[in-house]
C-alpha cells in the first residue's frame, strides 16, 4: 500500500456516499427519516451484490432473472467504486521508486483513469437520483392544502 494508492481510494469513497446521499435526499422528498434510512442501507446492499446479477440471469429464463437483471439496472452499479484491488492490494509503480518497472505493478495513471470513470458515473447517476426526487416534489402537496381557495386565489 502507497499514499498514492489511499488517495484515489479516498475520493471513490466519497463518490460512493455522494450517490447514496442523492439517493437519500430523492426519496427523503416522498418519504420520512424511517422509512428513508433503510430504504438507502437496502440500496447499498442489493447495489454492491448488483454487480452479481448478471451471472444470476444468464443461468436460467426464469421471472427471477428478468428481475434480477433489471434490478441490477435500476440500482446503483457500486463495483465502479471499489478499486481497492488496485489501490490498497496492489503495488502502485511510481516512479523514482523501488516499484518502478516491477512487472505486476499497476500504473497510477489506470487508477487515476478509472477514478475519472467512476466520477463521470457518479454525477450522472446523482444528477438523475436528484432529478427523480424533484419531480417526485414537485407533485408533493405541502401544508396538508389540495387547493389554495382557502387563501383567496384561484388555480391556474
Known amino acids: 500500500m502507497h499514499l498514492a494508492g489511499l488517495i484515489p481510494a479516498l475520493v471513490l469513497v466519497w463518490l460512493q456516499i455522494s450517490v447514496l446521499a442523492a439517493i437519500s435526499v430523492a ?5 420520512s427519516l424511517v422509512v428513508n434510512l433503510p ?12 454487480r452479481f446479477a ?17 434490478g441490477s439496472y435500476a440500482l446503483p452499479f457500486l463495483q465502479v467504486f471499489d478499486l481497492r484491488q488496485y489501490t490498497i492490494l496492489s503495488t502502485i509503480e511510481l ?35 436528484l432529478g427523480v426526487g424533484l419531480l417526485v416534489f414537485r407533485d408533493r402537496e405541502l401544508g396538508g392544502l389540495k387547493d389554495n381557495s382557502c387563501l383567496g386565489v384561484s388555480p391556474v
Open 54 to 70: 448478471p451471472t444470476w440471469s444468464s443461468s436460467s429464463n426464469s421471472v427471477w432473472a428478468y428481475l434480477s437483471l433489471a
Open 95 to 129: 516512479k523514482g521508486t523501488q516499484f518502478e518497472g516491477q512487472f505486476n505493478a499497476v500504473k497510477l495513471s489506470f487508477i487515476w483513469a478509472n477514478v475519472g470513470i467512476a466520477t463521470l458515473y457518479a454525477i450522472t447517476f446523482a444528477a438523475l437520483a
Open 27 to 31: 426519496v427523503s422528498t416522498y418519504f
Open 39 to 50: 430504504v438507502v442501507l437496502i440500496v447499498y446492499v442489493l447495489g454492491n451484490i448488483s
